[in-house]
């Protein structure tokens, strides 16, 4: 029931629309460019690297500002201290909002990739390799969590807006930008490690290296990272990258249930 | 409560990754142990080719802790004469006779223009005089040469 | 000769069952010079010599395969030798020739073999039609599919040549001609090292390591050639190191991690090819001035260029993501293309770099450096380059079973929606 009306009220904000009329302009209009120059080849391509940073800067961003402005707002506006005169645990609260915003998003990127189907097939047909759709998924999966606990955090609407756009432009660009300063200056083997370490603690490498993982691209990112992607080709290396995955769900999760409790018994 | 708890776990996190890194860099500079090659991603820095003739190959460990793998000991005096050897922390070269990697300073060389090696320049590397002693029974005979001797060697040329 | 025959006429008769008893060394001694042997079907075992110029001839279902590690057959000292439509299995090495002269091999097929034609010190040598296929191990186990030494006057014509080390290996050869093979999944596709007057034209290599590597070579004609997939974790369409004179013109390369690199080679010029598709199209360094890049077309790479040096030219190319335009109309963009970018030049000095490319942070970095460096002068800039009009045009053709399940994603997802509102 719970999450029957936060479904409801995130789809109702002008901000989820505009988001879905987005991923499918953006989508559409790759795939068009792409299809009118390119013969269709398997692998990494301009193709599929742009469908993968257009993934990996426009999803995250809207999760994470939109996911922890729904939870600030619910704090701010006094919503979740009238939730709290029923009888509903932190946890149920979490949950549901997780489980609402994560169906939210589906929702958007069904709507898109069925508008860029239809278009591709109009053109004679296009691929939307499986992994890529994985790949989304368990962005949205990841994302929501981490929303949620930045939402938590920041308490009002504007602070979780100002933290997502911060902790967003962390992820995906300046902790890149770092490691390449550091790449100046360090030795090969240092910088790989440095790079091997930031894969499991940036949800955004930790996807990015997922995809060509199980793209079967590993290749590409050089043959520094042999030993590493071996490892994660292996049975028990995707175990591992499930595992993982699930951590990156959960500890969020945790974390904000309990900051929730935290902020109350003060 | 709630930062003071965050703050501990952050420094606690800031700490590892420091120790870590310390680690790290204190493993790098000690000693400079030689690696196993690994065809599927090892190629020569000089050359570019893969390293399919194990019993060739050499490398340099450099005191940053890099690793350079070269398929012949021609392109690893290519890579000294180049880069000089300051930076160079240790270097092998493979022992001919067992397979096993040898200081690249005080190995045997033989040399003589008919033996094949992955570059054909024609050097190869022993550990002993007894051991170079017994290839050149078996193949061609050919010059002795130390490591000095290698690096005024005109490489390549060997009409 | 009428010896040969009648043993011919006799086996035909009643050996069309295996292991005949023709005896094929005994028919190879005998021969006088000149003579054709023809070999009836069935399998034979043994290592065999031809020391005579004689012609050999195999039918359908002749195999030979080695008794031990030594070639199944081996040609040494002789001229004017021709063999023709046999298989061959061997543990080691196939065929041995050595110091031959006006030597053909034709039609042979060469299966599970370390190494399938070893060559060496010959000349006047024809190697047509073959098939040579190695076996499944790492490639570091495996031989080389076509290996020439020192030899003089060699054409390579129409072999498929699967799973070797290198498909066609040349060292020290001089007027080498490779033309219309065919060279998968192998590690180098052809190998040239210290040879002259090399030409490669009309191959396809497809999956292997590298497609062409060609090391220490000069005076090189590479032309008509479809090079593609070649995406291990060192891969390259085509590498030349310290060459020098090389044409490379009217290839394709596909679908590669680097088309083609060039690395301390000089007076080498690549013309009106086709990248396509590679995550690095050209790769150079330490490339002299003369050499140039003119007249390509470069389409879909992720990278189009990186080098160290100041001094290579490019001229005349087209690049599909030029965003000038011609507005003086002579077939020319008005404003110089740069294919510079920070990231392709910190990839060339420390490797580890490649982990970042094409990830959102350097996807921004690279649209900030093409506005930096459009005051670029002399590193990677095309100052005409080429527009092309005939692209390809969208084609309306109907993929309905995609339409409709896309239609109807889309709006049974949008109806979701409104319910999901309306509730």
Request: overall charge negative.
């Amino acid at each position: 029931m719970f999450v029957k009306i936060e479904l409801k009220q995130i789809l109702r904000s002008r901000w989820m629309q505009l988001v879905a009329f987005l991923f499918a302009f953006v989508f559409v209009a790759i795939v068009v460019i792409q299809q009118m120059a390119l013969p269709d080849i398997e692998g990494f391509t301009r193709q599929t690297a742009s469908f993968l940073s257009v993934l990996l800067f426009l999803l995250p961003l809207f999760i994470l500002t939109i996911g922890s402005m729904s939870i600030a707002g619910d704090i701010e506006s006094g919503w979740l201290s009238l939730l709290k005169t029923y009888p509903m645990k932190r946890k149920q609260y979490i949950t549901g909002k997780y489980v609402a915003t994560v169906l939210a998003f589906l929702l958007v990127i069904v709507v898109a990739f069925g508008f860029v189907l239809t278009v591709g097939g109009l053109l004679g047909g296009v691929r939307l390799p499986i992994v890529l759709v994985i790949l989304t998924l368990l962005c949205i999966i990841i994302f929501v969590s981490l929303g949620i606990l930045l939402g938590v955090f920041a308490k009002t609407r504007l602070f979780a807006l100002a933290l997502s756009l911060v902790v967003w432009s962390f992820l995906l660009l300046l902790i890149s930008y770092a490691l390449m300063a550091i790449g100046a200056v360090v030795s090969g083997h240092l910088l790989q490690k440095l790079i091997i370490i930031t894969i499991h603690i940036n949800p955004v490498e930790w996807l990015r290296f997922g995809y060509f993982i199980f793209s079967n691209q590993a290749s590409v990112l050089g043959p520094a990272f042999y030993d590493v992607t071996r490892f994660y080709l292996s049975p028990l290396g995707q175990v591992g990258y499930g595992i993982i995955t699930i951590l990156w769900i959960v500890l969020p999760l945790m974390l904000a249930t309990k900051l929730l409790k935290e902020g109350e018994r003060r | 409560m709630a930062l003071e708890k965050g703050d501990t776990s952050v420094t606690r996190w800031i700490m590892i990754v420091i120790i870590c890194g310390v680690i790290l860099v204190g493993c790098g500079e000690k000693t400079y142990l030689p690696r196993e090659i690994n065809s599927e991603t090892d190629v020569c820095e000089v050359c570019n080719m893969s390293i399919v003739h194990n019993e060739y190959a050499g490398q340099i460990v450099l005191k940053n802790g890099d690793y350079e793998i070269f398929d012949d000991i021609g392109c690893l005096m290519d890579y000294i004469e180049l880069n000089g050897d300051g930076e160079v922390g240790a270097a092998y070269i493979k022992n001919k006779a067992t397979n096993e990697w040898i200081d690249v300073y005080k190995a045997i060389y033989v040399y003589n223009k008919n033996y094949w090696t992955p570059m054909n320049y024609g050097v190869i590397a022993f550990a002993t005089k007894d051991e170079a002693k017994e290839w050149m029974n078996d193949e061609e005979e050919g010059q002795l040469f130390a490591y000095r001797d290698l690096l005024t060697l005109n490489w390549g040329i060997h009409e | 000769m009428k010896q040969i025959m009648l043993f011919f006429l006799f086996f035909l008769m009643t050996s069309q069952t295996a292991y005949a008893e023709f005896d094929i060394q005994y028919a190879i001694d005998q021969a006088k010079a000149g003579d054709s042997i023809h070999i009836p079907a069935g399998r034979y075992q043994g290592n065999f010599t031809v020391k005579k110029p004689i012609k050999l001839y195999g039918q359908k279902g002749t195999e030979l395969y080695a008794q031990n590690d030594e070639p199944v057959l081996k040609i040494e000292h002789v001229s004017n030798v021709s063999i023709e439509n046999i298989r061959i299995t061997a543990k080691n090495k196939g065929i041995v020739a050595n110091e031959a002269d006006n030597l053909e091999l034709r039609a042979i097929e060469l299966k599970d073999i370390r190494v399938g034609i070893y060559l060496q010190q010959s000349r006047h040598i024809r190697i047509l039609e073959n098939r040579i296929i190695g076996n499944e191990s790492h490639f570091a186990e495996k031989g080389n599919g076509i290996a020439i030494f020192k030899s003089e006057d060699v054409v390579i014509d129409q072999n498929t040549i699967e799973q070797v080390q290198d498909g066609i290996y040349v060292e020290e050869g001089t007027r080498i001609d490779v033309q219309r093979n065919k060279v998968t999944n192998s590690r180098y596709g052809t190998h040239f090292m210290y040879s002259s007057n090399v030409k490669v034209l009309f191959n396809t290599y497809l999956q292997n390591v590298t497609g062409l590597m060609v090391m220490m070579t000069t005076n090189l004609e590479i032309s008509s050639n479809t090079i593609s997939a070649h995406n291990g974790f060192n891969s390259y369409g085509l590498m030349m190191y310290d060459t020098q004179e090389a044409m490379v013109r009217e290839n394709s390369f596909l679908h590669n991690r680097v088309g083609v690199a060039l690395q301390k080679s000089s007076v080498i010029q690549i013309q009106e090819n086709r990248f396509q598709m590679n995550q690095t199209a050209l790769e150079c360094t330490k490339v002299d001035e003369r050499s140039i890049i003119m007249d390509n077309q470069f389409t879909g790479n992720i990278l189009t260029a990186r080098s160290d040096n100041r001094g290579l030219r490019l001229i005349h190319n087209f690049y599909d993501d030029y965003t000038g335009l011609d507005v003086t109309g002579d077939g020319f963009g008005d404003v110089p293309y740069v294919a510079v970018s920070s990231f392709g030049q910190w990839m060339v000095r420390q490797p580890v770099y490649q982990f970042f490319v094409a990830s959102p942070s350097v996807v921004i970095l690279t649209s900030l450096d093409q506005q930096i460096n459009k005051t670029e002068r002399n590193l990677l800039v095309d100052n005409e380059p080429k527009l092309l009009s005939n692209m390809k045009e969208i084609e309306f053709s109907l993929n309905i079973l995609q339409l409709v399940i896309g239609f109807i994603v889309f709006m049974g997802s949008l109806w979701l929606w409104k319910r999901g509102i309306r509730v």
